[in-house]
Nanobody
Framework: VQLQASGGGLVQPGGSLRLSCAASGFSFGSYVMGWFRQAPRKEREFVASISWSGGSTNYADSVKGRFTISRDNAKNTVYLQMNSLKPEDTAVYYC?????????????????WGQGTQVTVSS
């Protein structure tokens, strides 16, 4: 099983980034996919999740209206489009996979994790 996150970087406040997470080694289309983030000295927190079909999404209140999660099951890839970025969005972003049909918000509910990609929002 492998989850390879990419797309992070340094961006100015108000800017945009698109994260990607390429999955392999499991039945991607049968898994809920999620994005989490962890800032220095803070716990890992839920950002967004998407159902196996892509028909249902969930977002943390802090990113609602600014971030969009999507997936392409033909490419085994999940995306996180991040707009109107703020300094408080600075963190390592992780993608994760959860078997089944129902989303979850706690990291312990996810089965597989990627290695993380750094997002830094700073002027």
């Amino acid at each position: 099983v492998q989850l390879q996150a990419s797309g992070g970087g340094l961006v100015q406040p108000g800017g945009s980034l698109r994260l990607s997470c390429a999955a392999s080694g499991f039945s991607f289309g049968s898994y809920v996919m999620g994005w989490f983030r962890q800032a220095p000295r803070k716990e890992r927190e839920f950002v967004a999740s998407i159902s196996w079909s892509g028909g249902s999404t969930n977002y943390a209140d802090s990113v609602k209206g600014r971030f969009t999660i999507s997936r392409d099951n033909a490419k085994n890839t999940v995306y996180l489009q991040m707009n109107s970025l703020k300094p408080e969005d600075t963190a390592v972003y992780y993608c994760a996979a959860r078997e089944g049909h129902y989303s979850a918000y706690h990291p312990s509910s996810y089965d597989y994790w990627g290695q993380g990609t750094q997002v830094t929002v700073s002027s």
